[in-house]
């Protein structure tokens, strides 16, 4: 059972460029979701897709978009990333909708410079 | 406007004694929390949970408590050791929302 994995580790990035995460979820897991965690604060939810879809938004702007494959893979998208967008990213996943077991990868560090 | 809070951004706790996390939610639409342990530079790692139908779950030295009524939940470990040093994080989920809203962290330091 392979668990889930993110890449890359570690990104640095200019103010206004276009950045893609990506998300391995976990064997069996049909439902990826993705926080960001700023410094000192709690994850954040972006949003989640459950079987390609997307199933839930957290109060984040358009800019921030998502894709999740058949194989139940997934991507976010940053257009015109901005300094505040400076953190860690987290996916996790989960079996169904709910989150009552959901297991993270180990993040993507984002800098915005 | 946070639904999940945890008021201690720290706490330091001797080698075998008692941990006690605590933290506190608003919303009375969650039905289920989590516990999530971090390490620097690692994601968070699931601990341990509990249904809203229950006041208690046990896995081994952790243990988690609810009291509905108050909309207090608190993580119990027993005996800390220093491998339980790292960030804490409470999560909360329920009713229409799938996701988790998680509070903020308290830092645990067990020393030897």
């Known amino acids: 059972e392979t668990g889930v994995t993110q890449s890359p580790t570690h990104l640095i990035k200019t103010r206004g460029q276009q950045v893609t995460l990506r998300c391995s979820s976990q064997?069996?897991?049909?439902?990826v979701s993705w926080y960001q965690q700023a410094l000192g604060q709690g994850p954040q939810f972006i949003f989640q897709?459950?079987?390609?879809?997307?199933?839930g938004r957290g109060n984040f702007p358009p800019r921030f978009s998502g894709l999740q494959f058949p194989n139940y893979s997934s991507e976010l998208n940053v257009n015109a990333l901005e300094l505040d967008d400076s953190a860690l990213y987290l996916c996790?996943?989960?079996?169904?909708?709910?989150?009552?077991?959901?297991?993270f990868g180990q993040g993507t560090r984002l800098t915005v410079v | 406007d946070q639904q999940v809070k945890q008021n201690s951004p720290s706490l330091s706790v001797q080698e075998g004694r008692i941990s006690i996390l605590n933290c506190d939610y608003t919303?009375?639409?969650?039905?289920?929390f989590l516990w999530y342990k971090k390490y620097p530079a690692e994601g968070p790692t699931f601990l341990i949970s509990?249904?809203?139908?229950?006041d208690k779950n046990e896995d081994g030295r952790f243990t988690v408590f609810l009291n509905k009524s108050a909309k207090h939940l608190s993580l119990h470990i027993v005996p800390s050791q220093p491998g339980d040093s790292a960030v804490y994080f409470c999560?909360?989920?329920?009713?229409?929302?799938?996701?988790?809203?998680f509070g903020k962290g308290t830092k645990l330091s067990v020393k030897p």
């Open positions: 897709y459950y079987r390609e879809e997307e199933n």
């Open positions: 996790a996943s989960s079996l169904g909708r709910w989150n009552t077991e959901a297991f």
């Open positions: 919303n009375s639409m969650f039905d289920y």
């Open positions: 064997s069996g897991h049909n439902t």
């Open positions: 999560a909360a989920t329920g009713g229409s929302q799938g996701n988790l809203i």
């Open positions: 509990i249904s809203s139908i229950k």
